[in-house]
């Protein structure tokens, strides 16, 4: 048993399954199951494997009534909400991660993103050293001290504050940073026209933060960066938009957990999980753990 938390992030892990697996799991509705069998075995692997003391693991529930709508409106309007099929499946992923002994959040107004941070926040406080199990790069945001990782389970290795600054070209803490200039395609977050990745990271290199940026704009066209004064007048232009922007991609570490905070893994619930499975249509075997 370690002393190190482990933050799953669900939907990465549920949505790999379910566009990657043919339907052949149906529950006793005749509906199909198959994104909650690929998760699920995911995570009993995961719990085999790493036999954690400590986990959590958050859902998104908040499409459409996130604070970040009421801050920009068009926030993730590309995304729609799930039908009853999906919907089914992704209440019973949940159903599977609680009679695991896992802890489960969610929340109506904040993204699993935002819960995973609070509970990173409040694991550290605790002593505990946090792992996040995910590949979505907004999290990387979250690894701010050298004990802290970042981990696509079972893919890869966890990665810490260097191997983030290796990928993403800056550090943990300027992430949001980097989200709030060149804008994030998958949650509708608009960026400065023009400015991608490699010229936001080269501008981080020099100016640690957009904080920073934004209060010496014109000192931008000074700076080695190709096409400098062209970036400075584009960062005046679209400054408003990336203070926003920041506002969206920024993780809040304060979200309301809803319920008494809690990151002890608890007992199997068996009897529960044997009827479960039968339900969802797994094979007998899936209940022995």
Not at 18 to 38: H, I, K, M, Q, R
Not at 158 to 187: F, N, S, T, Y
Not at 249 to 258: E, Q, T
Request: charged fraction near 20%.
């Amino acid at each position: 048993m370690s002393q190190r938390v482990y933050l799953i992030d669900v939907s990465i892990y549920f949505f790999k399954y379910y566009f990657a697996l043919p339907d052949n799991w149906w529950s006793e509705e005749g509906n199909p199951t198959a994104g909650v069998y690929g998760y699920a075995n995911w995570l009993k692997r995961m719990l085999a494997d790493l036999n954690p003391s400590y986990i959590a693991a958050c859902f998104d529930e908040s499409l459409t009534t996130c604070f970040r709508n009421d801050i920009y409106p068009d926030y993730k309007c590309s995304r729609v909400l799930p039908d009853d099929l999906l919907a089914f499946q992704l209440t019973a992923s949940r159903q599977v991660t609680e009679v695991l002994g896992i802890p489960c959040y969610a929340s109506a107004t904040h993204e699993a993103d935002d819960l995973l941070g609070t509970l990173a926040v409040r694991a550290a406080s605790k002593g505990l050293e946090v792992c996040v199990l995910s590949r979505d790069k907004d999290l990387s945001q979250l690894i701010g001290c050298e004990t802290a990782q970042l981990w696509d389970y079972p893919d890869g290795i966890p990665m810490k504050r260097a191997q983030i600054h290796e990928k993403l070209g800056v550090w943990p803490e300027q992430v949001v940073d980097l989200l709030a200039l060149v804008g994030d395609v998958g949650d509708d977050i608009p960026g400065v026209p023009g400015v991608g990745v490699k010229t936001a990271a080269q501008l981080l290199t020099h100016m640690p933060s957009w904080a920073e940026v934004r209060s010496n704009i014109p000192a931008v066209a000074n700076l080695p960066i190709r096409g400098a004064k062209s970036l400075a007048a584009k960062l005046e232009a679209y400054q408003d938009q990336v203070d926003m922007a920041y506002q969206l991609a920024r993780i809040d570490c304060k979200a309301p957990l809803g319920r008494r905070f809690s990151l002890a893994r608890t007992q199997v619930k068996r009897a529960q999980l044997r009827q479960l499975a039968a339900s969802l249509g797994f094979p007998p075997s899936f209940a022995e753990v």
